[in-house]
């Protein structure tokens, strides 16, 4: 299997987009008794539209990544012809499940978001990738549009929601744009340890990442004040929003670890299994913050 089947990846991008949905519309509907816009059928394939995005942007990122990787030890394109075919499969798939969804939804005007995702993320891995922060702000800026999609796609319901339960609809709004801002920000705080680990090979292809342009002592001072950026966003989040259940506070000392002990390995770090295995804690954290969010609604 290729490499662009993340499959931890994946199941993250599918779990944090159903679940909110479910989470935050679905259940809400019969509360209000205002229908969603989006059918179980719908949002299964709004999800499968996604990782269609993110199946594409891992292959074409392996196409031009192909030095890096190389002067990293790692072979993910073994025959860049068949990773090409595949890369436009996946794209035209996703287009073709887009206008389907559109359509069923009356939601015309989401069309637009699928080309200009594939095109954005076609130029991070040509000409943006190996520049400084830009790459990290767009992949994380793809992270945060998984669940932040929902206001687009659900706001017939989110207008009548909030004529008719104001305060209920605040509470979820708040959680909603958590969720778009912990996508966010923890993309960006993993992306950039990502250039720490691959930064001897991304040297050695001539990217202009953070810790090549400023050196890797400055990169990975800037990861450490992501990392604790949101630390304090999860804590600000948690203040306004605390619940004794035991299904919030296992979750939230699990996710607050996680990102002390990433933090503390990234403050350690000199060589590349180290910020390998901070990257690898950081997913894990990414993890703990959807069951974090989303238990108990």
């Not at 935050?24 to 299964?44: E, G, K, Q, W």
């Not at 509470?171 to 744009?177: I, K, N, T, Y």
């Amino acid at each position: 299997m290729h490499r662009a089947f993340r499959i931890k990846n994946l199941i993250i991008i599918l779990l944090t987009q159903w679940v909110v949905w479910y989470m935050v519309f679905y259940r809400n509907s019969s509360v209000i008794n205002v229908p969603t816009a989006m059918s179980y059928l719908d949002i299964i394939l709004l999800g499968i539209i996604t990782t269609m995005l993110a199946i594409g942007a891992y292959l074409i990122n392996d196409v031009y990544d192909q030095e890096a990787d190389k002067n990293n030890g790692i072979q993910r394109v073994k025959d860049k012809r068949v990773t090409l075919l595949t890369y436009w499969f996946f794209n035209g798939l996703g287009l073709l499940l887009a206008i389907y969804v559109a359509w069923q939804t009356q939601s015309i005007g989401l069309l637009w978001i699928y080309p200009v995702s594939v095109l954005v993320l076609y130029l991070y891995s040509r000409l943006l990738k190996g520049t400084p922060l830009m790459g990290n702000f767009i992949v994380s800026l793809f992270c945060a549009l998984v669940p932040g999609i929902l206001f687009l796609a659900e706001r017939t319901m989110i207008s009548e929601w909030k004529n008719i339960d104001p305060n209920g609809w605040q509470h979820f709004r708040e959680l909603l744009w958590m969720f778009v801002l912990f996508s966010f920000l923890s993309s960006m705080y993993r992306e950039q340890v990502k250039d720490l680990e691959d930064h001897e090979g991304d040297k050695a292809a001539g990217y202009l990442t953070l810790p090549v342009v400023y050196g890797e002592g400055r990169a990975r001072a800037l990861s450490i004040f992501s990392g604790i950026l949101l630390l304090i966003s999860i804590i600000i989040y948690s203040t306004y929003h605390w619940s004794v259940a035991y299904q919030k506070v296992i979750p939230f000392t699990i996710l607050i670890i996680l990102i002390l002990w990433s933090l503390k390995v990234l403050w350690r770090a000199f060589e590349r299994k180290q910020y390998t295995k901070a990257s690898k804690i950081i997913k894990y954290g990414m993890l703990a913050g959807l069951i974090y969010l989303i238990a108990p609604l």
